[in-house]
């Protein structure tokens, strides 16, 4: 049986490939700037009626956690709110077999990133599965030209 973490993770890989076929379908004949923002206030309303319903607002522990973690978190959306741009745009001058791998290199970037600012030590068969993530998105980008 998967562990709580692993369901979470297939979870969000699923509905990132749902992302990709849903955005490339969006975002034609929209300025891919504008199909964001769009994506963006269906998250906000979602998210808001989540943690609504389920009762999770948690205003006082942000505030009294100190201002790392409301720093972290900005930086968090910036970086996130970049992203999306870049992919929707990515999205609607290419094709989304192509632009999704490219995106997902993004796994070999948090394990490089992870050792550089968290300190994270990889193992080896994560960094031998991080270069044949490497590889595998070569062929799927490059194969395709």
Same mark, same amino acid.
């Given at each position: =049986?998967?562990a709580? #973490?692993q369901?979470?993770?297939l *979870?969000?890989?699923?509905?990132? *490939?749902l992302?990709a076929?849903?955005?490339k ?8 700037n @504008?199909a964001?923002? /769009? ?13 609504t319903?389920r009762?999770?607002w948690? #205003?006082?522990e942000?505030v009294?956690?100190g201002?790392?973690? @409301? @720093? @972290?978190? /900005?930086?968090?959306?910036? *970086?996130?709110?970049?992203? #999306?741009?870049?992919?929707?745009? &990515?999205?609607?001058?290419?094709d &989304? ?7 997902k290199?993004?796994? /070999? ?7 550089i ?6 193992s080896?068969p994560?960094?031998?599965?991080a270069?044949?993530?490497?590889a595998?998105?070569?062929v =799927? /980008?490059?194969?395709?030209?």
């Amino acid at each position: =049986m998967l562990a709580n #973490w692993q369901f979470y993770a297939l *979870a969000s890989a699923f509905f990132a *490939a749902l992302t990709a076929i849903f955005g490339k379908l969006g975002v034609g004949g929209l300025n891919s700037n @504008f199909a964001t923002l /769009v994506r963006t206030l269906v998250i906000l309303a979602v998210t808001t009626l989540l943690v609504t319903f389920r009762r999770e607002w948690q #205003w006082a522990e942000l505030v009294g956690s100190g201002s790392r973690s @409301f @720093f @972290f978190l /900005v930086l968090s959306g910036v *970086a996130t709110g970049a992203s #999306w741009l870049f992919y929707y745009r &990515a999205l609607q001058l290419g094709d &989304a077999s192509q632009v999704a791998p490219l995106d997902k290199l993004s796994l /070999v970037l948090v394990v490089i990133l992870a050792v550089i600012f968290l300190g994270e030590r990889p193992s080896l068969p994560t960094l031998l599965g991080a270069a044949l993530i490497f590889a595998g998105t070569m062929v =799927m /980008v490059l194969g395709k030209a």
